[in-house]
């Protein structure tokens, strides 16, 4: 070569040569291949358009939204869908999820009223979690909406008004009557906010408690409300910026939890017998019974110890109803007095065990208060044994985990104003201030700085969420949501702003507990494996966002029974937002088209060459048709 110039190349910074002629050819020469290449690019990419997408263009903008679709028919455009990595299913087909009979419209694998009949009533057992046997039982159809089913009413008025397709069952309007729970008018539902113990309603009866207790300065933000109706409490309590969980099983006022999940309100079906309720320790600040027909100083007071598990240092425990001014109603309760005396003083007995103060008893309402720390409870502990300390090593532990009759020793302090545990912001704050069981070390693996960038990764994430579902970012559009594997809740708080709520989930399978630094937030949740039907009705959420879950329980269970059982939950139009690895999510979609889901695969928020990719899928409109049995 000697540094001779390649053929067709002509330096730009070389003068021309006299005369110019050759320079001038090969100029036209490359203007003429540039044109000739142009051409063959664009007329192959019209064939490729044409060949894969029908005619119609396909894009890759990650701005695109997806559609919000009507249910005027049955048949919806489905999604193109377009990513920088591929890959490859084996070409298998796709195969179909049948709708289940009508009969299962209301279907809560865990707590089948018939598979509840095998087990003891003894301690209300066969009203816990009795989930189908892996093969045997599993349904591998999809649940459907009743006849009718119509989208719930918007925040706040869902709040007051349910409507009847939604809910086919009128007993509790007989049955509550003159208690004003719920009356039926027309093709609706409406909950004046009434109850058994609150006749003025649900709003002046919280007057009444934070007449008692501040419920304004923002110390109490997390309540759980025991037995609780149409959790007409807790419905009544998001107006007051306090976020409640409420349960009650599912017996013979069946459509109870249904109810409060139609209007908005956070609940999960439940019973305090045998096993611990599941959350971490120290997760509320206020725990809520208004005759809840819970026998509170029974089986030596262990159903008021899970209480005291699950309350926070310096938590309240209100009771209203029997036994409380049984001196005044005990006729109207028929029963007595004596029989009301005696489970007052073993309530009182159980309270003075836990080392609580009762704080007053006016009315209506008696409220105790858990102490800020066992300093003085370990003192008295040496004179009375009544309930003993536990010696567990973690009282988190909360799924399938045996209640004990044993006081759950709170972390231990130096002084006696100091707060168990760590002292928590008042809200607000409390929800991006770091978390006192981080700033403690007591999660393995996780320190203030992974907590900080926590932050800036899900306000990130939740930025490029709404920008490819832009429905994410309208107020209104979602009230209930479901967080599979919630970490430490950064999907949640970076949606406080919205009027809705999200039931954060720790899976039990989870490397991590991170659940009571959930809690620590300000926020919601629960334990559940997602080898097994969650504690809710079908239809309960808006909007399902899954976070690596199936590379979680790869290996561990069918990831069409998770899919299913994301179906079952979901409401007809909601959304879904799966992240996971591109292989993965291949498998994910080829299930989801089987489920009549309309999805799309878009690319991760940092761009193209993530192999984490994200799927949006919206769940069509269809229900049982009107003779299904």
Known sequence: MGGSTPPHYTPLSKPAAAGGG???????????????????????????????????????????????????????????????????????????YPPCSGKYSEYTPCEDPKRSLKFPRDKLIYRERHC?????????????????????????????????ANVPHKELTVEKAVQNWIRFEGDRFRFPGGGTMFPNGADAYIDDIGKLINLKDGSIRTAIDTGCGVASWGAYLMSRNILPISFAPRDTHEAQVQFALERGVPALLGVIASKRLPYPSRAFDMAHCSRCLIPWGQNDGAYLIEVDRVLRPGGYWILSGPPIRWKKYWKGWERSREDLNEEQTQIENVAKGLCWKKLIEKDDIAIWQKPLNHLNCNKLKKTTTNPPLCSLPN????????????????????????????????????????????????????????FEQDLKLWNRRVSYYKTVNNQLGQAGRYRNILDMNAFLGGFAANLIEDPLWVMNVVPVEAKV??????????????????????????????????????????????????MLEMDRILRPEGSVIIRDDVDTLVKVKRIADGMNWDSQIVDHEDGPLEREKLLFAVKLYWTSPVSAD
């Open 22 to 96: 050759g320079a001038a050819y090969l100029r036209k020469s490359k203007l003429y291949s540039l044109a000739i290449v142009t051409v063959l690019c664009s007329l192959f990419y019209l064939i490729g358009v044409w060949h894969h997408g029908g005619g119609a263009a396909t894009t890759t903008n990650l701005g695109t939204t997806l559609p919000c679709f009507t249910t005027t028919n049955n048949t919806t455009k489905k999604l193109d869908f377009a990513t920088h990595h591929s890959a490859s299913d084996g070409g298998a087909a796709v195969k179909p």
């Open 132 to 164: 189908p046997e892996k093969k045997k039982e599993l349904l591998k159809c999809r649940v459907p909406a009743p006849h009718g089913y119509k989208n719930p009413f918007k925040w706040p008025a869902s709040r007051d008004l349910v409507w009847y």
């Open 395 to 450: 009282p988190d532990n909360a799924w399938y985990t045996k209640l004990e009759t044993c006081l759950t020793p709170l972390p231990e302090v130096s002084r006696s104003e100091e707060v168990a545990g760590g002292e928590l912001e008042k809200w607000p704050k409390r929800l991006n201030a770091i978390p006192p069981r981080i700033s403690k070390g007591t999660i393995n693996g996780v320190t203030p700085e992974t």
């Open 513 to 562: 507990n991170t659940l009571g630094v959930i809690y620590e937030r300000g926020l919601i949740g629960t334990y559940q494996s997602w080898c097994e039907a969650m504690s809710t009705y079908p239809r309960t959420y808006d909007l399902i966002h899954a976070d690596s879950v199936f590379t979680l329980y790869k290996d561990r269970c069918e990831m069409e029974d998770i």
